[in-house]
């Protein structure tokens, strides 16, 4: 099986295959906006971080921001596209109120860079998609609406808008419709944004909508080679809805092929709520943009020492590092990808390892309790109590056999509970591990002359027994007792 | 040529509502400015390579710095209607 063949979708008369693109958008981490010097923040008090060119007032000229080239650059070259030579900015023109100067700066026939690609695994097989284009541009405004986060002006029918969101640096990455199911858009964009996290660009903040994306869909006769018309998806403000989103355009599009029908390509709008995706206002409204180039800034030239400079100061990419934790480290390549895609828990992971412990059993921990409780307490990778220096000392009290790990289980708990150190937990509430052999004895003794029945099973030959027994034990001593241990004696004891 | 039609759909985009009287005036303006470019367009400009400004310049980018902008005051002041310390508009979805 393939992530293509999986894929197939099993209609009335024929099977279908999807075709998936995506485009992304992505806000960059700049200090100031792309084309004026106005801070870039979150969450500041509405209109307070404006001025005259983010305004649009009337004269005041634009100027562009090096570091968002930069940034842009950065991502660009991380996704293998050729940089453009030369760049122009062009205005894309329509009204709407949260888009002051009634176009937007963004880049038309003459972007940032072309021509790239970028891979991602599914399951086990690494796909390729490529890349059509990525540009610069500019966000805009937050329009807030009434009876939403406004709700003290409801019911006076009217909206706000507040500009410091307005002018934020934002690239876009256009895909080509290379990606073969709902399940690999999904992984896709997961594997895309660790990757922009890594550049050090974005922090791709969900919550925030610095990261979003509109997918585009067709489906086609499997193994036909010709495209069919495509339906645009919005509002997919999460990797799950993107997926449901997909998914239920999937049989809506072929139901309606299936009857003999035609799809418009039209924009479809995703509700949540109900799973299914509804048309955007009329065609009429169908966009006239009128791109020209922008008559205030003047071309980039795109230096190529510069560029290659940009090149050499990339990081170790999310995909590479993957690859080097499986022949390093010895991981398997769902474990690899979970641990060694996201930056920060992979660097937390490493630092790990870098105290001298075993790696899988380090990346056990990482995966398992770890990333269980950053989940549990809403923390990024590398904050909160648990560092890396307490793990790596629990996974030795494991491997040393101080502690079980049913009962490391607890020690890691109650880490985070009182904010110590693994050997004092131990400590402090008995945690060790029992290895006393008379006080083991006693407890298998018990275990023993409690369970007749399993114990005559077990002497008629059912094996399988001896595991239920490990269990009493292990209850009995409140799962403390070294299991191996408990093995040794319970066989001896029952084969006496 | 260009017809009503075109210029009703140009007077959409730009928002503008024009009367009838206007719109017969507008579509004659507009053919005569466009027979203007025809005229131009006779120019052979196969050698001249297509140019957005006058300026001869490239690459005028400047510091990823913060400086001082607008108070919210003076932001709020051109604005026809406020709440929220917002601009305010008429409701939009």
């Known amino acids: 099986m393939t992530a293509a063949t999986d894929a197939i979708v099993r209609g009335a008369t024929r099977d279908w295959e999807p075709v998936i693109g995506?485009?992304?958008?992505?806000?960059?981490?700049?200090?100031?906006?792309?084309?004026?010097?106005?801070?870039?923040?979150?969450?500041?008090?509405?209109?307070?971080?404006?001025?005259?060119?983010?305004?649009?007032?009337?004269?005041?000229?634009?100027?562009?921001?090096?570091?968002?080239?930069?940034?842009?650059?950065?991502?660009?070259?991380?996704?293998?596209?050729?940089?453009?030579?030369?760049?122009?900015?062009?205005?894309?023109?329509?009204?709407?109120?949260?888009?002051?100067?009634?176009?937007?700066?963004?880049q038309f026939d003459e972007p940032l860079a072309v021509d790239g690609w970028f891979e991602y695994w599914v399951g086990d097989e690494k796909l390729r998609c490529r890349v059509n284009r990525v540009h610069m541009e500019e966000d805009a405004a937050k329009l807030v609406h009434a009876g939403g986060e406004a709700g003290r002006i409801a019911g006076s029918d009217s909206s706000v808008v507040d500009f410091n969101r307005g002018g934020t640096p934002l690239i876009e990455i256009v895909t080509e419709p290379d990606i073969p199911s709902p399940a690999a858009a999904r992984e896709f964009l997961q594997q895309m944004r660790d990757l922009v996290v890594e550049l050090g660009v974005s922090a791709c903040t969900m919550e925030e909508g610095q990261v979003r994306w509109d997918a585009n869909i067709s489906v086609r006769p499997v193994g036909s080679g010709e495209l069919g018309t495509r339906t645009e998806?919005?509002?997919?403000?999460?990797?799950?809805?993107?997926?449901?989103?997909?998914?239920?355009?999937?049989?809506?599009?072929?139901?309606?092929?299936?009857?003999?029908?035609?799809?418009d390509q039209e924009t479809l709008h995703f509700d949540p709520d109900t799973g299914t995706t509804t048309p955007l206002r009329s065609k009429e409204e169908a966009h006239d943009y009128r791109y020209f180039p922008e008559p205030d800034l003047v071309p980039l030239v795109m230096d190529p020492a510069w560029v290659d400079e940009v090149r050499a100061a990339l990081p170790e990419l999310p995909a590479a590092r993957v690859v080097r934790f499986m022949e390093r480290y010895g991981l398997?390549?769902?474990?690899?990808?979970?641990?060694?895609?996201?930056?920060?828990l992979a660097r937390f992971y490493e630092a790990v390892v870098a105290e001298g412990v075993d790696p899988k059993l380090a990346a056990n921990w990482t995966m398992g309790e770890y990333l269980a409780h950053l989940n549990a307490a809403g923390l990024e990778p590398g904050h909160g109590h648990v560092t890396p220096e307490r793990l790596a000392a629990l996974v030795r009290l494991v491997a040393d056999g101080v502690v079980?790990?049913?009962?490391?289980?607890?020690?890691?708990?109650?880490?985070?509970e009182e904010r110590?150190?693994?050997?004092?937990?131990?400590?402090?509430?008995?945690?060790?591990?029992?290895?006393d052999v008379a006080a083991l004895e006693a407890a298998v003794a018990?275990?023993?002359?409690?369970?007749?029945?399993?114990?005559?099973?077990?002497?008629?030959?059912?094996?399988q027994v001896l595991g239920f027994l490990v269990g009493q034990v292990m209850k009995a001593t409140g799962g403390r007792a070294n299991p191996k241990l408990v093995n040794d004696l319970l066989r001896t004891a029952l084969d006496r | 040529m260009i017809g009503e039609d075109d210029v009703r759909y140009v007077a959409r985009l730009a928002r503008l509502r024009l009367e009838q009287d206007e719109m017969r005036r507008m579509t004659a303006e507009l053919a005569k400015i466009l027979a203007h470019i025809d005229k131009m367009s006779e120019l052979d400009t196969s050698a001249v390579p297509p140019t957005a400004h006058v300026l001869d310049l490239v690459d005028v980018t400047r510091a990823d710095r913060v400086e001082p902008g607008l108070s919210r005051e003076d932001a709020l002041r051109n604005a026809p209607a406020v709440a929220d310390d917002s601009f305010r508009i008429p409701r939009m979805g």
């Open chain 1, 404 to 416: 079980s790990t049913s009962a490391a289980k607890d020690v890691f708990a109650k880490m985070i």
């Open chain 1, 420 to 435: 110590g150190e693994p050997a004092d937990v131990v400590e402090r509430h008995g945690l060790a591990q029992l290895s």
């Open chain 1, 332 to 344: 398997a390549r769902a474990d690899a990808l979970v641990i060694g895609g996201p930056g920060a």
């Open chain 1, 233 to 263: 998806l919005k509002n997919m403000n999460s990797f799950r809805f993107l997926q449901q989103a997909l998914e239920s355009e999937l049989p809506r599009q072929i139901a309606v092929l299936e009857a003999g029908g035609r799809i």
């Open chain 1, 22 to 106: 995506l485009e992304v958008h992505v806000e960059l981490d700049t200090a100031t906006k792309m084309f004026c010097s106005c801070a870039v923040t979150k969450g500041d008090p509405p209109n307070t971080h404006t001025c005259p060119v983010c305004l649009a007032h009337p004269g005041a000229l634009p100027v562009v921001n090096q570091r968002a080239v930069e940034y842009a650059t950065r991502i660009a070259l991380a996704l293998n596209c050729t940089v453009r030579p030369r760049n122009v900015f062009h205005r894309k023109n329509y009204f709407y109120p949260d888009l002051p100067k009634a176009y937007q700066i963004s």
């Open chain 1, 446 to 463: 018990e275990v023993v002359a409690g369970h007749p029945s399993q114990v005559e099973q077990y002497r008629a030959g059912k094996q």
